[in-house]
């Protein structure tokens, strides 16, 4: 079992920066591949980022890429998940979550896969 705790979400102007963090307790943090998602209102949830559990290997979706950076701390079991030129289309709930790998690369973009799951914190960027 893993439990996963977002934090640093909030309301900030559209090209300013946010940091997001997760905070992972647990079964070993460096077993799993992390991700984050979001979810806008009435809109599905999608992939954002994911950094393979060695921390090797990251990738992006395309609305992203650029402007955010995923980065992972094994020795304080915590992902972040750094946000800048933020759009006001990036409003949304962000979530992470975690996948169990025995690949140190592997750097899985497919919500199903993931076994667990945060909260989510809210990140709202106005016009």
């Known amino acids: 079992q893993v439990q996963l705790v977002e934090s640093g979400g909030g309301l900030v102007q559209a090209g300013g920066s946010l940091r997001l963090s997760c905070a992972a307790s647990?079964?070993?943090?460096?077993?799993?591949?992390m991700g984050w998602f979001r979810q806008a209102p009435g809109k599905e949830r999608e992939f954002v980022a994911a950094i393979a559990r060695s921390g090797s290997n990251t990738v992006y979706a395309d609305s992203v890429k650029g402007r955010f950076t995923i980065s992972r701390d094994n020795a304080k079991n915590t992902v972040y998940l750094q946000m800048n030129s933020l759009k006001p289309e990036d409003t949304a709930v962000y979530y992470c979550a975690a996948y169990y790998t025995a690949r140190y690369s592997y750097t899985p973009q497919a919500g199903p896969g993931y076994a667990y799951w945060g909260q989510g914190t809210q990140v709202t960027v106005s016009s």
């Open positions: 647990g079964r070993a943090f460096s077993n799993y591949a």
